[in-house]
């Protein structure tokens, strides 16, 4: 993310004023949105427009055995999402509109999972998981519905899990951007544990925000529990790139200031002076 800077004349009669731009440069923040297992990207298309109306560049997809693919999801295996998610990421990144420094990815519940484990395979500056699952490391390559038979998973996402023992936790511990944690009061298909696992994983982040939206179940299936994330979603969102377009101008100013000759630093009034 940057922000331009130059200084400019403004004509106004025989005169010229002295002046300075400061604008955002030309590229703008990508925002990749990951839905859940048995999802789509409808499910994304009203966050993704809220994100677009703060000046981001937003992506939706259907991963495969979803949507027109449901065909596929018997078959369809972990690895082959997440590599439906890289190829998501690359796509964004490769716009020439898009800032490569100023990527958030968010996931839901399974797409949460996928976004987690991406983290380790690309550079991700924002991460939003809402209620994000978990899984053993085990038979990576198998059909993902399988996985749901294993007598032991309930148990398991009830266990505290150390960071080492889980890829998506692993993938956590080094990541050192700003993260979003949303959980919902009523989850039974994600308890709370996993998302205390998630959030004891993220010890290098550079923020960490958690919220628990009252009354939800774990697909958010009331409006007001959808607008409340949403709302959760779009504010986090408004101040991490807010924040981050307003650290990299003061630094431009600063640098700015510290290049004027020394007889026009301290040149004009004080800020309130009238």
Known sequence: MDIRLETIGIRVDSATLEGTLLMPAREFPGVLFVHGWGGSQVHDLARAKEAAGLGCVCVTLDLRGHASDSAEIATVSRAQNLADVVAAYDWLTSQPSVDKEAIAVI??????YLAALLT???RVRWLALRSPAIYKDADWEKPKRELHRDPDLPAYRR???APGDNRALQACTAFGGDVLL???EHDDVVPHAVVENYQAAFAKVHSLTARVVAEADHGFSGKGEQREYTNVLIKWLTEMIVGARATVAAKKV???KQN????KRDQGSSPGDA
Do not use: D, K, N
Not at 260 to 263: A, K, R, V, W
């Open 182 to 184: 949303v959980e919902a």
């Open 107 to 112: 996931g839901v519940s399974y797409g949460g």
């Open 260 to 263: 004027l000759p020394p007889g």
């Open 120 to 122: 380790s395979l690309r």
């Open 254 to 256: 600063q640098t700015h």
């Open 159 to 161: 266990r505290r899990i």
